[in-house]
Nanobody, 123 residues
Framework: QLHLVETGGGLVRPGGSLRLSCEAS????????VGWFRQGLGKEREGVSC????????DYAASVMGRFSSSRDNAKNTVYLQMNSLQPEDTGVYYC????????????????WGKGTLVTVSS
């Protein structure tokens, strides 16, 4: 069974930091492209970052460039999203998803999705 679980969401004040985790079961994350997405209330889902299979660097949306970073821990079969300098505009449900092609092809190309974890940035 292919399964993804996101953890680490919560309430944080503006300027604070959170680290999200995406743990995979039933497959090895290093064989897949791994993307992070988010969706705010009343907004469309948008891509946050994506890391191709065989790569340890990621591409980022312009809105999070320089503030967010993703990393991979193969021993734990887990991908992380470190989020710094959080602002209210970052509020939303964050999802991780994987693409069996190994390429970052956007939402439609993702094969397995987690259920999401809520991040709320508020004073």
């Amino acid at each position: 069974q292919l399964h993804l679980v996101e953890t680490g969401g919560g309430l944080v004040r503006p300027g604070g930091s959170l680290r999200l985790s995406c743990e995979a079961s039933g497959f090895r994350l290093d064989y897949y492209a791994v993307g992070w997405f988010r969706q705010g209330l009343g907004k469309e889902r948008e891509g946050v970052s994506c890391m191709r299979s065989g790569s340890y660097s990621a591409d980022y949306a312009a809105s999070v460039m320089g503030r967010f970073s993703s990393s991979r821990d193969n021993a734990k079969n887990t991908v992380y999203l470190q989020m710094n300098s959080l602002q209210p505009e970052d509020t939303g449900v964050y999802y991780c998803a994987v693409d069996a092609s190994g390429n970052c092809e956007g939402d439609a190309g993702m094969d397995v999705w987690g259920k999401g974890t809520l991040v709320t940035v508020s004073s």
